[in-house]
């Protein structure tokens, strides 16, 4: 169609302004809304396509790779303090990748760093290796291995871990095989003391056996929709050699481990000269390979976990931090909330000090922020969206009121 004159109009449909919803103007032209929305669902789907070709969004060599302190400064927007976490998952990642990517030049060969986080609850693990993945563009999957069983046994199989990196790669193999796996709660699948099991520990050390194959890097064949509800089902193949592992643990009481390995006491007074230089506040930084195999781990699986860091326990300041300071920080998700509504939400400064209190005496990290937040405001949750109102305020008097109606047991 040809271009009207005397009167505004689409350069690419050709429409006046008085047949459009609106026009948005150019340097030399206009674009009409309709032709805005039909160019934006051609770009969406032609990324789409490239990415399923690609198999790596947006990573696809080393020259595209962020640098392990860009990868840092990232991560340092949505996750307070773990300086030391931090750096050793940058250099980790930035080093896996670029072992992917590697030309085969010489004999050289890269082999795989997978990582072992240790943390006790609420303290990062599992928002760390997300952020990580987000920041790559890859899948990423998050797995509980306290699930896991021996193949044959009731609960998943060790296959299932690739079953769910396939779907959030929408079966994308090629992209599956460059994602992330997240293994939580790797220590519930530790044996139960230090010598070899024997009795079939089918959801322990069966488990960490099992998990050997794909920890190394080997061709396994893949249930697409899980192995047991469908035994007919074509199996994919997928390469775990360049997939990373992440696994991670709270592993509650290798503070003890730790201790008696420095030659300390936990409690009591006969301190040695050596252990008056340890921080007992914080004995997890003292954590070694040997302290693993202690608490249940098998040295074939600490092996294939080389990479070994831990995550500080979060004191007052961080928990204040991470309360507000966060891009995706719980006070900016509920201020965004109310602000749906068209409600200014105001938490005082002697509430978000009263909530931090109230988290450490829970002992339950930053997750013991949300449910804390969740339950002073509630109540205006339910009722504020049916009320002509323009503003709330949280101040430190309703906190304990509505505190008080609840009983918070705190974790040991």
Do not use: W
């Amino acid at each position: 169609m040809a271009k009207r004159t005397g009167e505004d109009s689409c350069s690419f449909c050709g429409r006046s302004r008085g047949e459009v919803g609106f026009l948005i103007a150019g340097v030399r032209g206009f674009i009409c809304d309709e032709c805005a929305l039909a160019a934006s669902e051609i770009v969406t789907n032609e990324r789409s396509s490239l990415k399923k070709k690609k198999g790596f969004d947006g990573v696809d060599q080393v020259q595209n790779l962020p640098k392990p302190m860009e990868i840092k400064s990232y991560l340092d927007e949505y996750i307070i303090g773990q300086d030391e976490a931090k750096k050793f998952l940058s250099v980790a990642v930035y080093n896996h990748y670029k072992r992917i990517f590697q030309k085969k030049e010489d004999d050289v060969e890269i082999e795989k760093s997978n990582i072992i986080l240790v943390g006790s609850t609420g303290t990062g693990k599992t928002l760390l290796a997300k952020t990580i993945a987000k920041r790559l563009h890859v899948p990423f999957t998050i797995v509980d291995a306290t699930v896991l069983t021996e193949a044959g046994y009731v609960g998943e199989d060790i296959e299932s871990i690739l079953t769910r990196l396939l779907q959030v790669a929408d079966y994308n193999v090629e992209a599956a095989e460059k994602g992330i796996v997240f293994i939580d709660e790797i220590d519930k699948i530790a044996r139960k003391g230090d010598n070899p099991s024997i009795t079939r520990d089918v959801s322990g050390e069966g488990v960490q056996q099992g998990l050997l194959k794909l920890l190394e890097g080997s061709v396994v064949n893949v249930p697409p929709q899980g192995g047991r509800k469908h035994p007919d089902q074509k199996m994919i193949a997928v390469n775990t050699q360049n997939i990373l592992f992440i696994c991670g643990g709270a592993f509650d009481g290798i503070e003890r481990h730790i201790a008696n390995r420095l030659n300390t006491k936990v409690v009591g007074y006969g301190a040695s000269k050596k252990s008056a230089q340890v921080d007992m506040k914080n004995l997890l930084q003292y954590i070694s390979p040997q302290d693993l195999k202690t608490f249940g781990l098998i040295p074939e699986i600490i092996g294939r976990l080389p990479i070994l860091t831990h995550l500080n326990p979060l004191d007052r300041d961080a928990l204040r931090r991470i309360l507000v300071e966060p891009k995706n920080s719980i006070i900016r998700q509920y201020k965004k909330l109310f602000l749906m509504d068209n409600i200014e939400l105001i938490f005082e400064d002697e509430t978000l000090d009263f909530i931090v209190d109230k988290a450490i005496e829970c002992k339950l990290g930053a997750r013991g922020l949300r449910s804390i937040v969740e339950t002073i405001i509630v109540d205006d949750m339910y009722s504020s969206p049916s009320m002509q109102i323009d503003q709330l305020i949280i101040d430190k008097a309703k906190a304990e009121e509505k505190l008080s109606k609840v009983v918070l047991h705190s974790m040991a």
